[in-house]
């Protein structure tokens, strides 16, 4: 998957390379890739947006997990899982 | 060994959330098995390694940066923008003719992410990480590796709180390579310890 190279939802780089502080960030990075792939043709565009809206929300919060939110956002506003299941299944 | 030193936090709620997340798409079948692997792969051999290599890299062409960088490898490292979380404890331990250093994590897989990406699968596989302690002069011949037996092999275990990072010997023939070529010549591998360059 193609990232932005500058604007708000340029990823964090580290001499220029993609930075993951933990294994589950870069899951989640794989886990967007996936739905942007499978369930969006590969057209990054409406993930990309919600990217953008959930840094803009909260601009302090860590990049991933605004990264996280989006991907909730889209889908759940997509109707691939619904808010509630999401919300049961991270509370287990 | 107590078994906080390798399990230093509980999943967080961001965590759990995208624990969640992906146990509910891989449920509904929109993420294709080994995709998210696959992803991270690229990452791991091509695109995480780059900052050890460059570290490795620096090193070869300053003498007084490999000092530097032996004496404290986190200071070191955060002089060329590196390091961060999981790298915070870094020591570089140096392969010279008379010593092959390798690095394993014998209860899980510790690993230092800023500066090497993505650990390779078979670094948290159990056989990995009981062998390379137990007979690391075969392990390593099996993954290519053959270490001459006038050279002595340390085998260094990670753990949360010390993450090692192999300088490789700097391969022959290359006086008059420059530093970002040579950033290229170095491997993940090389920087576990488990191939010479």
């Given amino acids: 998957m193609k990232l932005d190279t500058d604007g708000p939802a340029t990823p964090p780089r580290r001499n220029g390379e993609l930075a993951f502080d933990a294994?589950?960030?870069?899951?989640?990075?794989?886990?967007?890739?996936?739905?942007?792939e499978v369930c969006?043709?590969?057209?990054?565009?409406?993930?990309?947006r919600?990217?953008?809206?959930?840094?803009?929300?909260?601009?302090?919060?860590?990049?991933?997990?605004?990264?996280?939110?989006?991907?909730?956002?889209?889908?759940?506003?997509?109707?691939?899982?619904?808010?509630?299941?999401?919300?049961?299944?991270?509370?287990e | 060994m107590s078994d906080d030193h390798h399990q230093p936090h509980s999943p967080s709620p961001v965590e759990r959330r995208a624990a969640a997340l992906e146990e509910l798409l891989t449920?509904?079948?929109?993420?294709?098995?080994?995709?998210?692997?696959?992803v991270n792969r690229a990452y791991e051999?091509?695109?995480?390694?780059?900052?050890?290599a460059k570290v490795v890299a620096r090193a070869w062409v300053d003498a007084k940066y490999k000092m530097r960088l032996l004496a404290d490898g986190t200071t070191a490292i955060a002089e060329l923008g590196l390091g961060g979380a999981q790298?915070?404890?870094?020591?570089?331990?140096?392969?010279?003719?008379?010593?092959?250093?390798?690095?394993?994590?014998t209860l899980c897989s510790c690993y230092p992410w800023p500066v090497l990406g993505l650990p390779p699968a078979w670094y948290k596989d159990p056989p990995y990480r009981a062998r390379m302690v137990r007979e690391p002069r075969v392990l390593?011949?099996?993954?290519?590796?053959?270490?001459?037996?006038?050279?002595?092999?340390?085998v260094w275990d990670s753990s949360a709180e010390i993450r090692y990072l192999v300088l490789p010997g700097r391969p022959a023939g290359t006086e008059d390579v420059p530093?970002?070529?040579?950033?290229?010549?170095?491997?993940?591998?090389?920087?576990?310890?488990?191939?010479?360059?």
């Fill in chain 1, 23 to 36: 294994p589950w960030q870069a899951r989640v990075f794989g886990l967007a890739a996936a739905v942007v």
């Fill in chain 2, 45 to 52: 051999k091509d695109i995480g390694p780059m900052n050890g």
């Fill in chain 2, 27 to 38: 449920e509904r079948g929109l993420v294709p098995e080994g995709f998210i692997e696959e």
């Fill in chain 2, 179 to 197: 530093e970002d070529e040579l950033a290229r010549l170095v491997t993940r591998d090389s920087m576990i310890g488990v191939a010479r360059l």
């Fill in chain 2, 140 to 154: 390593l011949a099996e993954m290519g590796c053959e270490i001459d037996e006038s050279v002595a092999v340390r």
């Fill in chain 1, 50 to 91: 919600r990217l953008i809206t959930a840094i803009a929300a909260q601009p302090d919060r860590p990049y991933w997990d605004s990264w996280t939110a989006a991907l909730e956002d889209l889908v759940v506003e997509s109707g691939l899982v619904s808010a509630n299941c999401l919300n049961e299944r991270a509370a």
């Fill in chain 1, 40 to 48: 969006f043709n590969g057209d990054r565009e409406q993930f990309r």
């Fill in chain 2, 87 to 105: 790298g915070e404890h870094m020591v570089v331990v140096e392969n010279t003719p008379e010593v092959h250093n390798v690095v394993v994590c």
